[in-house]
């Protein structure tokens, strides 16, 4: 299932923690732990995260459930109903 476009994961994490382009990459603080200078990436192009610092990682999906507190389950469910309210 794929509710989101992998280059979208700058969109979501940038609405939770400023990102600032480098290269090929994105960098900002992670939500994850008290990050005082930038320690995560976000890879578009793969829609990857992942924070040198704590270690957190993976896709727009596992942001989303950490930030949340949520299963990855409960993630998708609110996404199906939030796209299903954007198409009606
Ligand atoms: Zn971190």
């Known amino acids: 299932m794929d509710l989101y476009p992998k280059h979208d994961i700058v969109e979501i994490i940038s609405s939770y923690t400023p990102l600032n382009k480098k290269g090929h990459y ?19 192009t793969k829609g990857t995260f992942k924070c040198f610092a704590c270690g957190a990682n993976g896709d727009a999906i596992t942001f989303l459930s950490k ?7 409960e993630i998708f ?8 309210l954007e198409e009606s």
């Open 26 to 44: 994105y960098w900002g603080c992670c939500p994850f732990h008290t990050d005082l200078k930038p320690s995560m990436s976000v890879n578009p």
């Open 67 to 73: 930030i949340h507190k949520k299963s990855r389950k």
């Open 77 to 84: 469910e609110m996404l199906k109903i939030q796209k299903e």
